[in-house]
């Protein structure tokens, strides 16, 4: 679904090329896609002459983050065209300009733009360029605005993501239920695609499930429960057996004999009364229409009162015709307690009516869920098998916005340096390429930015990393191995296939295990080391010295 | 640009008048955009025979809110329809579910759906409900997902911009600066149409600008300035005069003329040294580009020592060519100070130069601002004419979700009432009417809910008004003027315009200017009273204590 495919033939410029890449999945990713003042920095660059300049531009993550957004970039460069309807309405907000400017986006693309990346789904820290964007400046400015749009939000929830799975463990089923509280249609598709990319089993978006061929998973609501006054509403209460030999002709009775029989049972000591019987209606009804898929919402009036006899009955039920039941959901109150509750229940009833496996029935979670809430189950001990997490994953809530940004690096092959008071703040200048060298046990040890005109590191090997800005800060490394982060991805990457979203979710699950546990801890991580070379490092700060005034102290 | 065309004609049913509203902004807004659970239940709604009922539901605002997102609603209704790509999809997915529910998909439209609604724009409070949708209860189903993504997140970034608006205050120019941080594309399509209508003045977002008619500002970045080494960069250093009347040759001399004669000014005690060449370049290049429009970014280098100067020189050389320049763009350090020293150097040379209007030349701040931090600028005093705001605007950083959700409130003209522990959370059942009253200084006083067989309350009778759930909290009020609040706009609105995006816009302004400034402030500001009728609330209680379990102590 989400492989882009290209000619194999090694002539094919990126023009060419541009008409085999499919369309952004998000048709509102048009050229017109940006910030006004990139038309007006096109202009002054096109009116300097300066459009033919080679710009070269790196965008930044702000801490640990998975990247994530570099398919629709390269989507997007494909699809870079002006029609005649975007020129008039350029022409009608920008009047001052002359027409031979509006003549040159006519004629604009992106064929004469390189894009160099870091593989989308690969773990990055700070200071490493994600993407190198080089091209005429005019042209390049203009594609600065979408590129952080499209990486920031992808790599910021595609990390959320990520850290969410870390936290619940391998073996817990992670479902995303955002599409109420995302930022309209779009960022709902956006976020269910990134969430899948890192680390979650399903979502419950139809839409991105058709798109993206992600697994659909959700079950009831409260309201489909409260929709429901009593058993006599069910019109068609006959249910073939799964094996089709027999046909139930009253399933409620067969329910409401179960009911009986769990309230009476021996081994549960008579703990449950009088249920709710509009909950058991909607039970009973939703049974009916998925006799193989049957998932209860349980709390809509009281989990171990009404909900979980009621869905016991209906379960049993349904095992007596051959079917096997899915599980509960719990969308409120206290979680671990009620899921080890719930579970004592099944497993009970599974010795008391030897019903094989029924104390294995899948305990959904889902009220308001977090890393921290998460994390604080974990500590108390529960028995939830999935969680459905919406809100928190989605908008990101503990931080909405990643500080993804461009930062211009060269032109016209000199390099140029971002000053800042702050020195977090200061940008790498020029041109450089980005290793990641692994150490004997497999981690990853360090990443290194290099100039481009120095040999590359190699395995065995012997290279002095040193910190980009504090001068007593520096480390003989001997790798293993060397991987080599910045990729060429445009005009060249469309003649091969991108990885489809399934490659792109293995890569980062891959990535996220080879890192040395310590890096990725919730509490307190070891920050990963990012170096530059020793003639990075005396290249840098010969420009920074050039670059910065001289204060005068008065 | 955002008006909904229909027919005058009476007898025009939804599904006809479906063909004469637009499509919606987003066309990722198809028929598909919802919970899979959603298809899960139409189907045993379906299955149950009970895809005929008349459900209504009521979507709620958690607090005071601006509410927002219903033309959208309104467009997805009138395009509500599964093509046959769905339909095969759906089946993939669901292929439990018997053949005939597909072909009932297949003929479902919303020509059957009513939708009762708060006009778009209003200030709304919790538990009034923004919404009631009636209409077959599996066709209600499919879209409360859709409108719950389509309501909030407009809803809750109208009201951050609507508060943005409200601390800045009237005089001062809003500018949304967004399109970089928000959730992709349509994120930020929807980001700038709702900060407009919340208050803001104009965004940089083209896209926005081309689709709803925004005014479209910006100025140019920092690495607008770096890619500038030298004035000698500059090709073409002519500019004509504003009248055409003359050319100046060399515009860059003029530039360089201004500055010395600003470095030996005496009102400026020789404040000015030597300042940053490229960044001087960078200026004259874009005023050369945009000689009716220059506005400089000046915080490159060091905005006193540098950048203040610099604008200033190519602005007064501006001036000697007939034009104006436009201002100042402040993004970091201390922009209470910066830009009151600013204006103090505006102002002097306004006076040693003779230059009318110089010293209100427009200051724009942008780095991270939000609510608090103009709220703090305010305090400490400064000389911002202009806020361009982002990251905190559109992720709504201080609350990244606003808490509104579907209750099912009446299905076969039964009321269903959704209980729970917490008082906050029980939904006021069946269909209701839904009024404002105003008092005689013409501020909204209290909303009262209603029983539908009640008669409407009138200006000048006394009518009692009590708390939904607290017995003693009751008033008397004799409203000076009676609002309704639920008004139909489909089928029925269709058939005249829907207002524009500028007349939604117009009474947000106007209903926030209406109300008490006590409920509006932005600390401990007083709750706004919702009320409901002696018979609802007799009628409510009734029903609580019907369903509500009797406990049982141990």
């Known amino acids: ?60 993550g702000g801490e640990f983050t998975v990247f994530a957004g570099l398919e629709e970039c390269i989507k997007f460069i494909a699809n870079f065209k002006f029609t005649e309807d975007d020129i008039l309405f350029l022409q009608s907000v920008m009047p001052m300009c002359e027409d031979a400017f509006f003549d040159y986006l006519r004629k604009t693309d992106c064929s004469d733009v390189e894009v160099y ?23 390049v400015q203009l594609l600065e605005t979408p590129f952080v749009n499209l990486i920031n939000y992808a790599s910021l929830v595609t990390t959320n993501a990520a850290r969410h799975r ?8 992670l479902l995303e239920f955002g599409l109420r509280r995302a930022q309209g249609p779009d960022g709902a598709i956006s976020a269910s695609k990134y969430c899948f990319m890192g680390g979650f089993d399903a979502t419950s978006n139809v839409l991105a499930g058709n798109l993206f061929g992600i697994p659909l998973r959700g079950t009831h609501s409260h309201a489909y429960v409260s929709s429901y006054m009593s ?35 021996d081994s549960l000591c008579g703990v449950f009364g009088e249920t709710n019987q509009s909950e058991l209606a909607a039970f009973a009804s939703y049974a009916l229409a998925f006799p193989t898929n049957f998932l209860a919402l349980v709390d809509t009036y009281d989990v171990m009162r009404s909900g979980i006899p009621n869905f016991c009955a209906v379960a049993l039920a349904l095992h007596d015709l051959g079917y096997k039941a899915s599980g509960i959901r719990l969308d409120s109150g206290d979680l671990a307690y009620l899921s080890i509750e719930a579970r ?31 994390d604080a189950l974990n500590k108390q001990g529960h028995e939830v098998d999935s969680f459905g997490i919406g809100t928190y994953l989605v908008t990101c809530y503990s931080q909405a916005a990643l500080g993804c940004v461009f930062k211009l690096v060269e032109i016209n ?16 200048p020029c041109k450089k390429r980005c290793f990641r060298l692994y150490g004997k046990e497999g981690y990853p040890l360090v990443d290194i ?18 910190h980009p800005f504090l001068e007593s800060k520096r480390a003989y490394v001997v790798p293993q191995h060397v991987e080599e982060l910045l990729q060429c991805y445009w005009p060249d990457k469309p003649r091969v296939e991108l990885p489809s979203l399934e490659e792109i979710r293995g890569r ?47």
Chains 1, 2 share one sequence.
């Not at 010795?351 to 899948?362: L, Q």
């Not at 930015?449 to 040193?466: Q, T, V, Y």
């Open 344 to 374: 004592k229940v099944f497993r009970t009833l599974e010795k008391e009516f030897n019903v094989p496996a029924f104390g294995k029935m899948i305990i959904t979670a889902s009220n308001d869920l977090n890393e921290e809430t998460i």
């Open 117 to 139: 990346s870091i593989p989308e789904g690969s773990v990055v820290f700070p200071k490493v360029p994600l993407m190198r964007v080089e091209g005429p400046v005019a042209v």
């Open 413 to 428: 092959s000199r390099p140029r340096i971002k000053l800042s008071e702050d020195v977090a703040k200061v940008s790498i």
């Open 231 to 265: 058993l006599d509403e069910i019109p068609d209460k006959s249910l073939k057996s799964k094996d089709g030999s027999r046909v139930c002709k009253d399933f409620v009775s067969l329910v409401k004999e179960w009911l009986q029989k769990i309230q009476l049972a």
């Open 166 to 173: 870390h936290v619940a463990g391998k073996s817990k089923v």
């Open 449 to 466: 930015m290099m100039r481009e005109s120095e040999p590359s590191p190699k395995a065995g090997e012997r290279i002095l990393c040193r």
């Open 508 to 554: 980062c699950m891959q990535q996220l295990e080879k890192l040395r546990p310590d890096h990725i801890r919730r509490l307190n991580p070891t920050p990963y080391k990012v170096s530059v070379s020793a003639k990075l490092y005396e290249f840098i700060h010969s420009l920074w010295l050039n670059e910065a005034p001289v204060g005068e102290l008065q």
């Open 1 to 60: 679904m989400a492989a882009v495919a290209g000619s194999a033939s090694a002539g094919a410029n990126g023009s060419a090329a541009a008409h085999r890449v499919g369309a952004p999945t998000n048709p509102m990713a048009t050229a017109l896609l940006t910030d006004q003042y990139q038309f007006s920095m096109a202009y002054a660059y096109w009116k300097a002459g300066k459009h033919a300049d080679r710009a070269v531009k790196n965008p930044f």
